[in-house]
């Protein structure tokens, strides 16, 4: 009954506002350019944000990706003579950083070069990692073809390689070349699988694989290729002596992240005498993303909601205007009997009713406006849940907002007076 | 005064005004609209109210149509005191017991003829169905059956007045309020409209009518003539009621009240 009466009310105030459609139209037209730029503003930035948040959580969420730098001093020294600079962490640094914490799942070390590779008539220059059966658990990627590489490859020295996709297809390496030899260096290695790789940026690190990568066992790295790198640099030789260019660690939750990463990098403080070490946690970046995100969001969100509230001062306006044109149909509402709140009522839904409706419309404005942004530019987009009820919600409350004072204007109306209103 | 007048005497009459002030106030000047009017009316009564303007003929009619407040006096609706009721609860008894008719009609333009007519209805909570249905009958008993999808705007003023009364009606009022009903219409008309208030006496309505064309007064029973905010006189079947003698009672200096 009462669901019956709100409907009917409703009919009316659409009726109403149907015996003008021109201002009706126009009244409405702030609310749906308000929504349809808030909904659009929150989608442009949901989607940018998401975009970064991806490619953080590629990292990982429960690690923490501890590399090697060469520190400020030492890269003084090393422009002005040639001479063997000595940095970085050392196969001791990961022993004794799987070793000393509690909250630690697993780590993964990683010596990384680059080296000429030829598989048969093709070759190009890959990125060789020497690293651990971990690093294919905490840089998960799918496969294409073979296996990766076992601890067995590790303790036998085996001389095995696992592809990338990306430098795969470079050599025109396929399925079949599963078990064919890959020349890194002037050494002969046996292809045993291939897999898919990520690359890109994380916020403002590298994610730990690239698609050239071309992964082989530590231990065979350290022996085939050993500790020392040469840099040919503007005429002068330059000579790095360093054990591991990275660390991957990854603790059991995400929650322990940043308490180990403050725990390591007291423990690498203890060992290294210069700072030749830097530690990223990918988390903390997530978090920091994250708030962008929400600074983001507020600020276009709010330059946004500008043009809502014109849209909304623009509907309170046509209100105030039609209370006093009608002031005569409300005197003769009020003589008959019609009580001041059920003008209020019948006021108010005419508002929320218009806002409403304009913000439909100005939701698939807004819905609209994004699908094409990404078409056109290529730029991700993301509506989600939020982005369609707030600005429907919004409108809702703009309609009452709005409304109420044209509607507490029209039941103040004295009904005498207003009958002799002409 | 105090005592022996807090309730009404009798179960026949229905309105009765009891030392009525009403006072506006113009600058530093109060001005009296009505100066201590009693007045009783009968059920059944048809009362045309006359005076010149400013006598103060308007602001009764507001007063008994429950439109407007006295500032001081009683006024009794079908034996209740409603002088000290608020908004909400005037409202209610116009949606209840009273029925109005105007001299501009007082249609609402943008609704069908059906529409204005089911209007009350729409405030007593009445669903489309009954509404509808109730309009139609009201329509057709005033003539304006083949009418009731037409706006107001394209009806003649007859018609119009139809309407008007055909939606003073839908509530089944107790008394129909008629402020100058013919004012806007050609004589012939006029009668036509006055013929039809009658026919509605005679179903038992109780009428006050303000006029000031005694031609059109002569139509009710009772002429009741103001002049600066109180009775001058009283003419026809009520005539020798107590009203007359209630109106010198009414001469009384305000402190009374």
Known sequence: MRQTRIARNIALGIENLLLHKLRSFLTMLGVVFGVGSVVAMLSVGEGASQEALAQIRKLGSNNIIVSSVKSAEEQQTSTTHSHMSIYGLTYADHRRISQSFANIRQTAPAKL???????????MELRVVGTTPEWFRLVPREFVAGRIIAQGDLDGRAPVAVLTEFGARKLLATEGSVGQTLRIGGDEFEVIGIIRSE?????????????????????????????????RTSGSDEREKVELHQIIVQVDDPKNAEAVAAGIERMLGLFHKKKDYALSVPLALLKQAEATKRTFNIVLGSIAGISLLVGGIGIMNIMLASVTERTREIGIRRAIGAKRRQIVYQFLIETVVLSMFGGMIGLGLGVLIPLLITHFSGMATVVTVNGILLPLFISMAIGILFGIYPA????????????RHE | MMDNQTAPDNGHEIVRLENAWKTYQMGTEEVHALAGVNVTFGKGDFWAIMGPSGSGKSTMMNILGCLDRLT????????????????????ELRLRYLGFIFQSFNLIPQLSVQRNIELPLYYLGWDAVRSAQRARELGEQVGLGDRLNHRPTELSGGQMQRTAIARALANDPQVIFADEPTGNLDSATGVQIMEMLIKLNKLGKTI????????????????????????????GIHASNENSQKHRTGHREPAAS
């Open chain 1, 113 to 123: 070069m680059r080296k000429e590779s030829r598989l048969g008539e093709r070759a």
């Open chain 1, 199 to 231: 690359s890109g940026q994380a916020g403002n690190i590298q994610i730990p694989d690239q698609e050239i990568d071309v992964y082989i066992p530590l231990d065979v790295a350290r022996t085939y290729f050993g500790d020392i790198f040469f840099k």
């Open chain 1, 408 to 419: 507490m204007n029209a039941a103040r109306v004295d009904p005498i007076v207003a009958l």
């Open chain 2, 72 to 91: 001081s006096g009683s006024y009794y609706l079908d034996g209740k005191d409603v002088s000290k009721l608020d908004d909400d609860s005037l409202s």
């Open chain 2, 208 to 235: 006050v009518m303000v006029t000031h064309e005694p031609d059109i007064a002569a139509y009710a029973h009772s002429r009741l003539h103001m002049k600066d905010g109180n009775i001058d006189r009283i003419e």
